[in-house]
């Protein structure tokens, strides 16, 4: 494969990276398993790949995606882990949407 073609690759999974060590490193969890509240208040794990998604659009750190403790079209923000209560932490992971960013 010529490095021209390679190049761009590099670049995506560089910024993809990146944005997964920087949301980490300001508290909030990357990838799998990142708990969001909804503008109604509802608590819910998804998954939250910055730079990727398939079923929410997103608006940088907000995203509208379909929550599935209200079933209503929704913005969603992630919610730093060390700032859920036990209890809350306990609702997010009992409510999780699909499999897919």
């Known amino acids: 494969m010529p490095a021209a073609a390679i190049a761009p690759l ?8 990146g944005g997964i060590v ?10 799998g398993g990142v708990v ?4 109604q208040g509802h608590l819910f794990s ?3 790949i910055p730079g990727a998604s398939f079923k929410a ?3 940088g750190m907000v995203r509208i995606q379909r929550c599935p403790v209200g079933d209503h079209l ?4 992630p919610v730093r ?3 859920l209560t036990e209890e809350e932490r306990r609702i997010a992971d ?8």
């Open 46 to 48: 998804t998954v939250w």
């Open 36 to 39: 969001v509240r909804c503008n």
């Open 81 to 83: 882990y060390d700032e």
């Open 57 to 59: 659009i997103r608006l």
């Open 74 to 77: 929704a913005f969603v923000t």
């Open 10 to 17: 590099i670049l995506v999974l560089a910024v993809l990276i």
């Open 22 to 31: 920087l949301a980490r490193r300001g508290g909030y969890l990357a990838a």
């Open 94 to 101: 009992g409510n999780r949407d699909g499999p897919l960013p």
